[in-house]
């Protein structure tokens, strides 16, 4: 089934009478799973309200070219630039005339210049002005430039004429948008990633830790969402930003990561466990910081909870991947650890080599199932995120054709 998940749609809407029809075209946008922002001309808020395209939209809705709110007052720019489909319903007859001549003379042309997103139309007039030669004309040179038609559809118009020319129905017409992208190979499964490394205090100042940048992580995150999935990434500290499309929550030691990652399993299909978490913690916290004292010193530790191993047997049960860094006999290590911790698929790598792995842009990995195995090789983080999550996609799915994901 298409879909718009982790998809941005500016939904432009011009003046006429279907203008009222694109408060349940946001809403089937939305149901989607389309982030939605609204553009009117000046003729489309005399059919309908901003405010309530802005109350099912949740964004405010965008009406002038200069925006004085928006980053150095060109809302047009931000707009192109964070719109993945540019969808005109209606596109009045005068509209496609603007835009077949190349006009900028309102938010909504000018948008329709500056961004670089597909553009599909909603066309919405009389049966007459659509048959018009000159109608047909510019809809003909707005297709040599790639721009996508849906509609119209024929019947009883508003103003008591009969033929083509009604604009489409919203959920026709949200199909139509959905269908213009690949739904990827996660297409609405719910993911959720641990990512980069994990602090565990000794006193206010200082904690123990590793050298995790969380880069691998956090191309995974960005490689699931690109391919369609809803995902989470939890976080340890790393100085990263967010990819797009991707909730994160930052947690600081293996503890906060477990409660974390046990309060979103319910409603998870997946769980990538790339986090390097500490495997111990101080068995005190001292309140104060702690003074130097004399030559040696010794530090008490306890075991930290084995998040990956805790979700993989846990009810109820995500199809759960896990990852090894080893230093030597990498892959004997990483099948012991498939089994031990009742993994479906387990991410093998060498963090002794010291251009690859810890905050290295490149990696080289062993992917490594029950009864199977894949060498991923050298590529940067980015590429071999992408890899894996369609290895990861394709186990998922052989899991639940076998009906279960448990080893």
């Excluded at 408060?23 to 901003?50: C, D």
């Excluded at 979103?264 to 130097?292: G, S």
Aim: charged share 20%.
């Amino acid at each position: 089934m298409a879909h718009l998940f982790n998809r941005n749609v500016v939904l432009g809407v011009s003046g006429g009478i279907a203008a009222y029809k694109s408060a349940e075209l946001v809403r089937q946008l939305k149901s989607l799973g389309a982030s939605v922002r609204v553009v009117m001309t000046r003729g489309a808020q005399e059919f309908i309200t901003p405010l309530t395209l802005q109350a099912l939209s949740g964004n405010p809705v965008h009406t002038e070219l200069l925006d004085a709110e928006a980053e150095l007052g060109m809302g047009h720019i931000e707009l192109a630039r964070w719109a993945d489909l540019l969808l005109i319903a209606p596109a009045t007859a005068d509209l496609i005339a603007r835009l077949a001549g190349g006009r900028a003379d309102d938010l909504l042309t000018t948008l329709a210049l500056a961004t670089p997103a597909p553009v599909l139309l909603a066309p919405a007039m009389n049966q007459q002005m659509w048959r018009d030669p000159a109608t047909a004309a510019n809809v003909a040179r707005l297709a040599e430039r790639g721009v996508k038609l849906v509609g119209p559809a024929a019947g009883e118009q508003a103003c008591g004429d009969v033929g083509p020319g009604r604009m489409e129905e919203p959920a026709l017409i949200a199909e139509r948008a959905a269908a213009l992208f690949d739904s990827g190979a996660l297409a609405g499964l719910r993911l959720v990633i641990t990512a980069g490394p994990t602090r565990e205090a000794l006193d206010p100042v200082r904690y123990l830790s590793n050298h995790s940048s969380g880069k691998m992580g956090y191309a995974l995150a960005r490689a699931a969402a690109e391919a369609g999935a809803v995902t989470t990434l939890v976080s340890g500290p790393v100085h990263l930003d967010t990819p797009a499309h991707v909730r994160r929550v930052d947690v600081e030691s293996a503890r906060d990561m477990l409660d974390a990652c046990q309060a979103l399993v319910a409603d998870c299909d997946i769980f990538i466990a790339c986090a390097a978490v500490a495997d111990y913690r101080p068995a005190t916290v001292r309140e104060q910081k702690i003074k130097k004292g004399g030559e040696h010193s010794s530090l008490k530790l306890i075991r930290n909870p084995d998040i990956v191993a805790a979700i993989a047997n846990g009810t109820p049960r995500p199809f759960t991947v896990g990852f090894a860094a080893e230093t030597q006999d990498v892959v004997d290590y990483a099948r012991d650890k498939l089994q031990r911790k009742n993994l479906d698929l387990i991410v093998a790598n060498d963090v002794s080599k010291a251009d690859l792995g810890f905050a290295s842009d490149e990696n080289e990995v062993t992917a490594i199932w029950r009864d199977g195995a894949s060498q991923l090789p050298r590529a940067t983080k980015h590429n071999l995120a992408r890899e894996l999550v369609a290895l990861i996609a394709e186990r998922h799915a052989s899991a639940g054709n076998r009906g279960d994901s448990a080893l």
